[in-house]
């Protein structure tokens, strides 16, 4: 059996203000967006983490994957998964 992580992270992403006209004065305002987001890891490299919700050990499979850039990713913790996928 596969041992399996959960990360949790914090990272950037765009943000999309609207349609309606406004100054450039607000517009010079516009910000970013911080997001937390979890779940399985799947991969981690120098370019990306790869989360999934699901995890169907039984045959290493997984659903609701999300592929994160890692230069939008400002922290990251891990935590292992321990035993329950053996006790089933």
């Known amino acids: 059996m596969k041992s399996q992580e959960i990360a949790v992270i914090r990272w950037i992403d765009c ?3 609207g349609n309606e006209q406004v100054s450039r004065e607000d517009a010079e305002q516009s910000k ?3 997001c937390v ?3 399985l890891l799947i991969k981690e490299d ?3 983490v790869v989360l999934a919700m699901d995890w169907f050990y039984e045959n290493d499979s997984f659903r609701e994957i999300h592929t994160y850039p890692k230069s939008g990713i400002i922290e990251i913790k891990k935590y292992k998964v321990k035993g329950f996928a ?3």
Do not use: V
């Open 86 to 88: 053996n006790d089933i």
């Open 15 to 17: 943000a999309m203000h």
């Open 46 to 48: 120098k370019h990306r």
């Open 32 to 34: 970013l967006i911080y």
């Open 37 to 39: 987001s979890s779940g």
